[in-house]
């Protein structure tokens, strides 16, 4: 497919012209899926220039005809289920059934955006001026820069289109290059569904051909990101020369805290597949576990009966549960993190270690028990198949360790006492709090962190306003 796609620019696939090429790995297997002519720094200045031409056009369209493209686009991305969930799942090894789920979620961002294209209200305020009138409005931001990461390749991709589409912007997407051809397949929807030339375009190539271009241009009035705080915080640095708008969904380091009053196999049944789905790498996923001492050891022996039967497989393998890690990176960055946890006299009570017996990039479920708080398996997001335990005996204790971290974007308590959930709730220092779930990811609620975890919202009614602009109209009659 990687041939017969490419660069999407102007409505027309094409090769890129740089004269390189990207190597596109099934991390399941460690083999080559195919390779991409990789965008040059003159294919990244077209795709801008078609989306300024475009812009004028689309922004002009009546919110309902942009309403009716992007339900056009999530019937044609219905159609494609199947060829989606494969390529998901051979480009970034998870489970086909969560390749699909993940296919779900992108068409509910399309579709909920198309209604909310409908629903962009301003308000009328009076006048301190004689028979003045004050007309809040809405008006799109203009052309968006968009990056996006390889752990969820299609709802990354979608949490950002379909708002940007639905405020009436146009969008140049770079995908990372791990996953280039899940994001060809909802480009395939986007031109089915009709989509004008120009409104939504996609380069895939090395940073100094695509994302210096995108960052450096006048034209490009917003940039949105999901990806690591440290790409985060380059990617402002470079925006503030030319003062674009960002949003930034950064990393996640997420705590659960399972009180002594919690339901342990509740929270168990929940926390053990949310953990261990797309083998970890999810930044809203619980890494740091902060148990009551009192119900530690069953917590700890259920976590590891459990993740010990998960059922570890190539992602297209009918049963399989769990994947591999994305790349050989990422398989020694875990082994890393758990080495740290032994030195610093963590136990390993189930995994710890890759597994030999399996072609690509596999690492067993662990679980981490009596974790210190300066082990790396705590104290940074791991972004694996690790779940680290520690204990704790104090609320206003275990409150304040979670909260030392920089990285806030979910954090999630279990316990039965309401006057407690209400209280934790508003203490914890997150974007996102689950209480007794995990449930934070649709497209009818905002998404998104705080402090080093980013900054505005992805979904709910906030997410469209990410892309626009507040005007302020005096009328005087």
């Known amino acids: 497919m990687y041939n017969d796609y490419g660069q999407f620019i ?7 012209r ?40 689309w922004q002009a369209r009546a919110a309902w005809e942009r309403a009716d493209t992007l339900h056009r686009v999530a019937a044609e991305m219905e159609q494609a289920r199947e060829k989606a969930a494969r390529t998901i799942s051979l480009e970034s090894g998870k489970p086909l059934a969560q390749a699909s789920r993940e296919w779900t979620l992108a068409i509910d961002q399309f579709t909920w955006y198309a209604e909310e294209a409908r629903r962009v209200y301003g308000r009328i305020v009076e006048s301190r001026v004689p028979g003045g009138r004050c007309e809040v409005s809405h008006q799109a931001v203009g052309v968006v820069a968009a990056f996006t990461a390889w752990n969820f390749p299609v709802v990354l991709i979608a949490r950002k289109l379909a708002p940007a589409l ?11 290059s791990e996953v280039p051809g899940s994001a060809m397949v909802i480009m395939t929807c986007l031109q089915k569904a009709g989509l004008p030339a120009g409104v939504v375009n996609m380069v895939v190539g090395p940073t100094a051909n695509t994302y210096q271009p995108l960052i450096e241009s006048p034209v490009v009035r917003k940039v949105t ?22 949003s930034m969904e950064l990393g996640g380091n997420a705590p659960m ?23 970890g790498q999810v930044c809203v996923t619980a890494d740091r576990f902060y148990v009551h001492k009192s119900v530690a050891q069953a917590f700890i022996e259920g976590f590891a009966r459990r993740a010990a039967a998960i059922k570890v497989g ?36 189930t995994g710890g270690q890759r597994i030999a017996d399996k072609p690509g990039f596999y690492f067993a ?29 104090d609320e206003a204790d275990v409150i304040a360790r979670v909260n030392r971290s920089e990285l806030a974007l979910s954090a999630y308590a279990f316990t039965r006492d309401a006057a407690r959930i209400r209280r934790v709730s508003q203490q914890l220092q997150a974007g996102m709090v689950g209480i007794n779930s995990f449930a934070l990811a649709s497209a009818d609620v905002p998404f998104g962190g705080i402090k080093a975890s980013g900054m505005g919202s992805e979904g709910g009614a906030e997410g469209i306003f990410e892309y626009m602009n507040v005007k302020l109209t005096q009328v005087v009659l």
């Open 10 to 16: 102007n409505g027309d696939w094409r090769q890129g």
């Open 18 to 57: 740089s004269g390189e090429t990207i190597v596109v790995t099934d991390p399941g297997r460690d083999e080559r899926l195919g390779e991409i002519a990789a965008a040059s720094r003159e294919d990244t200045l077209e795709a801008i220039a078609s989306a300024e031409a475009a812009l004028a056009p």
């Open 166 to 176: 639905a405020a009436g912007c146009t969008v140049v997407l770079r995908p990372s």
């Open 225 to 246: 990101l999901t990806g690591s705080t440290a790409i985060g915080q380059q990617m402002i640095r470079d925006s503030a020369a030319t003062l674009k708008r960002v």
């Open 257 to 279: 805290i399972v009180f002594d009053d919690a339901d342990i196999e509740k929270a168990l049944d929940l926390a053990v597949p949310t953990k261990f789905a797309n083998c």
């Open 314 to 349: 190539y992602g297209l393998d009918e049963g399989s549960e769990m994947g591999p890690l994305i790349n050989a990176r990422r398989l020694k960055a875990i082994e890393n993190i758990v080495e740290d946890a032994r030195q610093k006299g963590a136990r390993v009570v």
């Open 365 to 393: 479920p662990t679980v981490l028990a009596d974790v210190p708080d300066d082990a790396l398996a705590l104290a940074d997001e791991n972004f694996g198949p690790i779940a680290a335990i520690t204990t704790f005996t």
